[in-house]
C-alpha cells in the first residue's frame, strides 16, 4: 500500500494551467508545467483547498459511489456530524437516521456518538499525561499529515487517540458480525464524509495498521437521495439516536474542544490559520494550553468540499439542532478504551522537503537556493509556474526546473542577447571582425532569441 495515496487527483482534460491553485495549496505541492497543473504526492496533505479554488473544476476527490454497497451482504452507515447540519428545519436526527435506512442501509451507527466516547478518552488522557502538553487534536487527517511532513517538532504532542469515525467503524463492525454472524468482508463500513481527507484516511490510515472503514461516500452524493427518504419518514420516526450536544458539536470548530470541559484550549479553522498556529506552537508561544483542536477546512468539517451547504449556514444549523439535546448520550467503558480508542501504531516524520539525500547535500542545495533567490526578482508571481520564487529556486536546486522559467529572469535574459546582437552589428560594419564568422554568431543569437520569445508567449498562455 502506497504510504502517499490521495484521494485529491487532477482531471488534466479540464485543466486550464492558471496559478489558482498553486498560489492556495498549503503544502506548495502544485506546480504548472507545460501547461497543466502537477501535484506532487508526497507533498500533498488532501486539505481540499485546490478543489475549493479551481475555477475548472480540474481538482477532484475520489471516492466510493453509492452502487458499491450492493457488494456486501449487509452495510451500516457512519453519517459523519456534518451530515445533520445540511438539511433545513431538521429538528430531530432520527428522521436523517431512519431514512438512511430507506436508503439501503442495514444499521447506523453514529460518528458523533463515537465522539462522545472519544472526548471522554481525552478528558482522562489529559489528566493522566502531563508531559507532552499541550495535546494536539487528530481528528482531522489533514492536520496529522501535516505535522507529519512538516512539524516534526510536534508529533510527539499529537493525542495517540483514533477519530470518532474509526471508533465508530470498529464498534459497527463488531457490532454487525454479532448480531448477524456474517463473516467480516460480507459486511460493509460505509461512511458518509465532508471531505476527501477521509477517504485518504481510510485507505492508508495514520495511527493504525488498518482502518474498519471499508466505503467512504460523499455528502453531496448521498443528500439528494436522502431528501426524499426523509420525506417518507413521516413525523414519528423510530428512536435510534445515540448522541447529544458533545457528539454534534463535532462538526464544527471548536466542538471537539468544547467537549472536554476546560478553558485551557485553542481552536482554529482554515488550513492557513492551522499552519500559523502549529508554527506558534512550534516556538513555543502558547503557554498554559493543554489541548489544541485544528480543523483544515473553514468552520470545521461542515465547510468540507464534499458538502453542499454554506459552513457558516451550516454551523447555524448544527447549533439549532443541538439545542434541546442532552449533554451526552455515550459512555465509555474499559472495553473501548482498550479494544477501539488507542494507537496501535507510531506516526513517524516523513522528510519530503529535504533538498538532499543526506546532510552534506541539503547544505550543498541550500546555497545554490540562497544564490538562485538572489538573482530571482521576488514577487512570488507564480508565471513560473511555482507558488513563490523560494519554491522555483528549490525546483531548480532539484533539478525539476530551470532559471528561464522565471518570466522576469527570461526578459533580463532577452534584453542583454538583444544588446550582444546590437554590438555584433556594429562590429560587422566596421569591419573589425571577420565577416562570415561574426553572421554566424549573430545567426545563432537571433535563434536562441527566437527560442526564449516563443516559451515566453507559451508561458503566457
Not at 436526527?93 to 471522554?120: K, Q, T, Y
Not at 504532542?157 to 448480531?179: S, Y
Not at 470548530?253 to 472536554?260: I, M, N, V
Request: glycine fraction near 6%; include cysteine.
Amino acid at each position: 500500500m502506497d504510504k502517499f495515496y490521495h484521494s485529491v487527483h487532477l482531471d488534466e482534460k479540464l485543466c486550464r494551467g492558471c496559478i489558482n491553485c498553486i498560489k492556495r495549496c498549503p503544502t506548495q505541492a502544485i506546480r504548472v508545467r507545460n501547461g497543466k497543473a502537477r501535484i506532487n504526492s508526497k507533498f500533498c496533505i488532501d486539505c481540499g483547498e485546490c478543489i475549493r479554488v479551481c475555477p475548472h473544476h480540474a481538482k477532484q476527490a475520489s471516492y466510493d459511489s453509492l452502487d458499491t454497497m450492493k457488494t456486501y451482504q449487509y452495510t451500516v452507515a457512519l453519517p459523519a456530524p456534518s451530515l445533520y447540519s445540511q438539511f433545513n428545519n431538521l429538528e430531530d436526527v432520527n428522521i436523517l437516521l431512519n431514512a438512511l435506512l430507506l436508503l439501503g442501509f442495514d444499521d447506523v451507527m453514529e460518528v458523533s456518538a463515537a465522539a462522545e466516547l472519544v472526548s471522554e478518552a481525552t478528558r482522562e488522557y489529559l489528566a493522566e499525561h502531563q508531559e507532552n502538553l499541550p495535546m494536539i487534536s487528530t481528528a482531522c487527517p489533514s492536520v496529522v499529515r501535516l505535522i507529519r511532513v512538516r512539524f516534526p517538532n510536534l508529533i510527539p504532542h499529537l493525542l495517540p487517540l483514533n477519530p470518532p469515525v474509526e471508533v465508530a467503524a470498529c464498534m459497527a463492525a463488531k457490532k454487525a458480525m454479532e448480531e448477524t454472524g456474517l463473516k467480516r468482508e460480507d459486511i460493509g463500513i460505509c461512511f458518509i464524509s465532508p471531505c476527501p481527507s477521509k477517504v485518504t484516511y481510510a485507505r492508508t490510515p495514520l495511527g493504525v495498521q488498518t482502518s474498519q472503514i471499508d466505503r467512504v461516500f460523499a455528502i453531496k452524493d448521498v443528500y439528494p437521495r436522502l431528501l426524499s427518504c426523509m420525506k417518507a419518514v413521516g413525523e414519528d420516526p423510530k428512536e435510534i439516536g445515540t448522541s447529544g450536544k458533545i457528539g454534534i458539536s463535532w462538526g464544527r470548530s471548536g466542538g471537539e474542544a468544547g467537549g472536554l470541559f476546560t478553558e485551557s484550549y485553542l481552536a482554529a479553522d482554515g488550513i492557513e490559520n492551522v499552519i500559523r498556529v502549529l508554527e506558534d506552537l512550534e516556538d513555543q508561544k502558547f503557554t498554559n494550553l493543554q489541548f489544541v483542536e485544528l480543523d483544515a477546512c473553514s468552520g470545521g468539517c461542515v465547510g468540507g468540499v464534499l458538502t453542499v451547504e454554506n459552513p457558516y449556514v451550516a454551523e447555524v444549523k448544527l447549533k439549532r439542532l443541538r439545542k434541546y439535546m442532552p449533554v451526552a448520550r455515550s459512555h465509555m467503558d474499559v472495553e473501548h478504551t482498550e479494544e477501539y480508542m488507542r494507537w496501535t501504531g507510531n506516526v513517524d516524520f516523513e522528510p519530503v522537503f529535504s533538498l538532499g539525500q543526506n546532510i552534506m547535500e541539503s547544505f550543498a542545495k541550500l546555497n545554490q537556493v540562497e544564490r538562485l533567490l538572489g538573482r530571482l526578482p521576488g514577487l512570488d508571481c507564480g508565471s513560473c509556474g511555482a507558488p513563490t520564487c523560494k519554491a522555483l529556486a528549490e525546483d531548480i536546486a532539484r533539478g525539476e526546473a530551470r532559471e528561464e522559467d522565471c518570466v522576469y529572469y527570461l526578459r533580463e535574459s532577452l534584453h542583454k542577447l538583444s544588446t550582444e546582437v546590437s554590438r555584433l552589428a556594429d562590429d560587422m560594419a566596421a569591419g573589425e571582425k571577420d565577416g562570415k564568422e561574426t553572421l554566424r554568431l549573430l545567426k545563432e543569437y537571433i535563434q536562441k532569441i527566437s527560442d526564449d520569445m516563443a516559451k515566453l508567449d507559451e508561458e503566457k498562455r
